[in-house]
């Protein structure tokens, strides 16, 4: 039992004290220290998980200047190289992605760069990896998020495998991973921004080819595509921005190879009618689905 250990472990307690614990905390000083103790035990999985937990708490405490920090960069860095160490370590990999989630809730430009810089890569893994955890699922998606923090480059900046972390997401029990994964992913899908080259269905042909390994036709693509939005719009009929969301989706499918009729889908056809249906007093979601079904 290693000095670096217990003062992660004995931070880690006081961090689950109240408000006025945190406050008596020094936290530039402590967030230096764990990323000190965390590169300097990177073999010890349960002290990187403390040190993500301590370095989240810190971090939704810290004033925007502190953020801006040498030792607060090299903190950052320090999760990243923890979750990319013990990647089968469930509670490394929550704790870490609930690092850059609390990074990202801050709101500031220059954080969402920088975890769009360093940390939707390995939230993307852990999503992957631990697809049925709730936690990090939910986490995962706030993080990837923001790949949007800019509107240039989108889908350059966004991982392979961010795409397949999502559609599976999109797959997972709890509604509000399926809600949150599917705004996501239909918003890559609807989005040309670095997928210029294809022209206005840029973004779901992007999608289209990451969403599957490789091996897999653009078509079998296309179906898993609709098959998960079909089935999150009809299991969320009263959230309306699934029902937009999944609209659009489905007329860029429809439209990005006019050989294959999605349409022809009945379930595609009853998704939106019924999205029309329960959404009579939105005029957006209105319109769309008449373009849909024109």
Sequence with gaps: ????????????QLCRGGDDVLDSIDAEGSISAVNGA?????????????????LGKLFAETENAAL???????????????????CHHVEVQRMGSLVFETIAGIGAEFLMELVAELGVKPVATAML??????????????????????????HGRFPEHGYRALLSAMQHSKGRVQVAACLLLGRLATCNSGAESFGDCGGVI??????????????DAKEVLISVFVSVMGQHVGNVEVQRTGSKVLWKLATCDPAINVFENGDCVLCVVNAILHHCFDAELQELGCVVLK
Excluded: W
């Design 68 to 86: 801006h920090t040498e030792d607060a960069l090299k903190a950052l860095e320090a999760v990243v190289l923890a979750m990319n160490d013990h």
């Design 38 to 54: 965390m590169r300097l035990r990177i073999d010890n999985a349960q002290l990187q998980a403390n040190g993500c937990f301590v």
């Design 129 to 154: 990896q631990h697809s049925g955890n709730e936690k990090i699922q939910v986490s995962g998606c706030t993080v990837l998020n923001c790949a949007f923090f800019s509107d240039e480059n989108v």
């Design 1 to 12: 039992y290693t000095v670096q250990e217990a003062g992660c472990d004995a931070l880690s």
């Design 206 to 219: 992007r999608t289209l080819q990451m969403v599957l390994p490789d091996g897999q036709m653009p078509g």
